[in-house]
Each structure stands twice: as structure tokens, then as C-alpha cells.
């Protein structure tokens, strides 16, 4: 049966990103026997001009039952001012929540052509490829209470809540370890167990996970901060990395950033078993340079990448688009974030002309 993907193209340079993912998406049907139906649906800023909400109903309803959800970027300046839990951020956290992809898988992987883009010296990066998997459904995202309170003498209080049950902890450290056995069989899982009782928690379950079922492979605790700090000096030494959902989202920008540019970092956010995943650039919708023709795509392509591997059961398919982005950077396929002048569809192009 032919599979279904729904595309969220969103905000920003979000529809710019994805339009190159539906061009390669066309060119894998027409050239390499891709079957797949292509839908769209309008989500975030875009959604909440025309419908009031960032994201419908019947839309959520239809990422749960497709194969694959891939979408490009959510929020912007012109929503700054709406009511919180109307912005399109608290469309994406929905998203997610109700389809319950709680293992957001976030590979940084150095392209060998791409070690002098990096922000570190070349020996450093040259042949990196660690794998982030960071809880998405819980902790401080999700967290309740939260809010802003008025106190009696008029001064305001700002709160969340970073909470994780033992069950959240427990499904996505099976993640992280089922797929550090198929890697170098280590995973380094990181908190702040010396300040936060959550942390410790974290760090109790994973310890009694790695014991009961995966003895075998290697387990490191880091604490976050200086995970950080490893991350930038020798970032090699990492395998996989497990962390909630709050140091997930800032140390993968930070390992963007390691790898050359953060328009490269595809991400894919899986579920149970069989349950649509859904795929993500870790990027977001670049107001500032939005409409100008300047955003890399090869992240939401990636995404994309990894949607063939991880829901639409077409591996082969997914190492031939990875090739071809890998041979269009040889071939000195450069955005601007690269240091070169190629447009959005140039770099299409480029990846294209490969497949
Ligand atoms: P951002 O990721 O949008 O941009 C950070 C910097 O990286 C900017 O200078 C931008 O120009 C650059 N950049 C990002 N993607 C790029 C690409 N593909 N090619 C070239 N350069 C790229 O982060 P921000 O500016 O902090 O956030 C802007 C908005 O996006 C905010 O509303 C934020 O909430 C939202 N956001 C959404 C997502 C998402 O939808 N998944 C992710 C992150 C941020
Ligand atoms: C990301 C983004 C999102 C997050 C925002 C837009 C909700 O920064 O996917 O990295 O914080 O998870
Ligand atoms: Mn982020």
C-alpha cells in the first residue's frame, strides 16, 4: 500500500526548506521508484492567521494516522504578542505531545567536506557523528503548575515545573541504548543530578535500566554543564548522548553549530513502535533571513532522510539521498551559512543533479 506523508510547512523559511524536500521528494518518485502520497496542511503562524489556532484538529488527527509527518519551521515576530497558548510553539508542543513521539533522535554528523565550516579546528570535528536522544514529551516543557502569578505587593513570579515519571525516563533510555548497540555500544547520559532532584532521578532510572537489561555496553554520567564544555573540546568522545527534553533542545544547537552550520541538523521524533514519527529540522524559522532565498535546506532534507529510514521502511533510498547530499557538499555546494552564495534552490539543485 502506498504510504502517506503530511507535510507542515509552517512559518519563516519553514516552506522555503520544505518546497526543496518536496522537489528531491519527486525526483526519488519519478527517478528511483519512491511511492508516497504527499500531503499538506497549514500549521503554526500561518495556521493561526487562518484559522485562530496553530494547528487544527483534523490536522493533528491526520499526523496520527499517516506514516510520516515532516514539517519545516513553526513561529516568528508576528506572532510575538499572541496569547500563549495559542503561538505557534504551543502548536508544535501539542503536536508532539498528541502523537507522542517522546525519542527525538538529533545526529550531528561532521560531512567530511564540511570540517573547515566548523566553528572548531578541523581535528576536532573531522569524522564526528554522535547521536542526541532527547526526551520530547516531558519535563519542563510540559511540566505543571506553571505560570506567571501577581503577588500581594504587586511584583510578579515566573514558574515551570521540570518533572519526569520513571516510566517516561525508562522508554526513551531503551532508545538511547537500543541504538547505541547498532553504534559503539556507548551512551553518555547527561543531567544536573547534583541540582535537581529530576536530574536524579534521571539518573537512578537510567542506571537501573542500563543494569537490568544492557550490562554489556557502556554507561557515562555526565552533568550537563559540563557535557557542554566536553562537547566543544573533544566532541569525539561521544557516542550517544540521552538527555530530557530542556538540555536536548540547547546542546544540539550547540552541536549544530559544531558541525558546520545549524541549517544542516535534520531530527527525527519517534513513538511507539509502528505510530507515525514525525521529522523535524532542530532549526527554527530564521525571521532574519526569511524570504531572501538564503536558508540551507539540507536539514529539512535530512529530516526527510531519516523519514525513509525510520517510517517509510526505504533504506536503500535513505543512503542514496544521504549520498547525494554528501556528494553535492564534495562538489563545493555552498548557502550562505557555508560561507558560500548558493540560493535555497540552488542547493536543491545541487542535490538534485546528484540523484
Ligand atoms: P533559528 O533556528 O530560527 O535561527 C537561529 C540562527 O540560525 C539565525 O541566524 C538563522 O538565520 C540561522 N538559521 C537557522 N536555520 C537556518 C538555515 N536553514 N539556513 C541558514 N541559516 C539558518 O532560531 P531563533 O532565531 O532563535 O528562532 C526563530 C523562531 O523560530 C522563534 O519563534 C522560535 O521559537 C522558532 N523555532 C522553531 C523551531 C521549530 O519550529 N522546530 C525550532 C527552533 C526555533
Ligand atoms: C526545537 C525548538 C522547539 C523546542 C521550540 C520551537 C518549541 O527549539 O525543536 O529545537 O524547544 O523544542
Ligand atoms: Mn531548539
Not at 527517478?31 to 500531503?39: A, F, P, R, S, T
Request: proline fraction near 4%; hydrophobic fraction near 45%.
Amino acid at each position: 500500500m502506498t504510504k502517506t506523508l503530511l507535510t507542515l510547512p509552517g512559518d519563516g523559511i519553514g516552506p522555503e526548506v520544505i518546497e526543496q524536500t518536496i522537489r528531491v521528494i519527486d525526483v526519488l518518485k519519478e527517478k528511483h521508484g519512491l511511492q508516497l502520497n504527499v500531503e499538506s496542511a497549514l500549521f503554526g503562524g500561518a495556521c493561526i492567521d487562518a484559522n485562530g489556532v496553530p494547528i487544527e484538529n483534523s490536522t493533528i488527527e491526520r499526523a496520527k494516522s499517516v506514516n510520516a509527518v515532516i514539517m519545516g519551521a513553526v513561529g516568528g515576530p508576528k506572532w510575538a504578542n499572541v496569547a500563549r497558548d495559542i503561538r505557534p510553539e504551543a502548536g508544535l508542543l501539542n503536536l508532539r505531545k498528541a502523537m507522542d513521539v517522546f525519542a527525538n533522535l538529533r545526529p550531528a554528523i561532521c560531512f567530511p567536506a564540511l570540517a573547515d565550516a566548523s566553528s572548531l579546528k578541523h581535528n576536532l570535528v573531522e569524522g564526528l557523528d554522535i547521536m542526541f536522544v532527547r526526551e520530547l514529551c516531558g519535563g519542563v516543557y510540559f511540566g505543571k503548575p506553571k505560570g506567571i502569578d501577581i503577588l500581594e505587593d504587586g511584583s510578579k513570579i515566573g514558574y515551570d515545573n521540570a518533572i519526569y515519571s520513571t516510566g517516561e525516563i525508562e522508554r526513551v533510555t531503551h532508545v538511547a541504548f537500543e541504538l547505541a548497540k547498532k553504534r559503539t555500544g556507548r551512551v553518555a547520559s547527561l543531567e544536573k543530578s547534583n541540582v535537581m532532584d529530576s536530574g536524579l532521578l534521571w539518573r537512578e532510572v537510567v542506571t537501573k535500566i542500563h543494569k537490568e537489561y544492557y550490562s554489556d555496553m557502556q554507561l557515562d554520567h555526565v552533568l550537563a554543564d559540563n557535557a557542554a564544555m566536553q562537547l566543544v573540546r573533544d566532541p569525539k568522545q561521544f557516542d550517544v548522548l540521552l538527555t530530557d527534553n530542556l538540555f536536548g533542545d540547547i546542546l544540539s544547537d550547540l552541536a549544530a553549530a559544531i558541525t558546520g552550520s545549524i541549517g544542516l541538523l535534520p531530527s527525527a521524533a519517534l513513538g511507539k513502535k509502528g505510530e507515525a514519527g514525525l521529522y523535524e529540522p532542530i532549526h527554527g524559522s530564521a525571521p532574519d533571513i526569511a524570504g531572501k532565498a538564503l536558508a540551507n535546506p539540507i536539514a529539512a532534507i535530512l529530516s526527510f532522510e531519516m523519514a525513509l529510514r525510520y517510517s517509510l521502511d526505504e533504506a536503500a533510498l535513505a543512503d542514496k539521498l544521504y549520498a547525494a547530499v554528501s556528494k553535492a557538499l564534495e562538489n563545493g555546494a555552498r548557502t550562505k551559512d557555508l560561507g558560500g552564495n548558493l540560493s535555497t534552490k540552488e542547493m536543491g539543485d545541487a542535490i538534485i543533479e546528484q540523484l
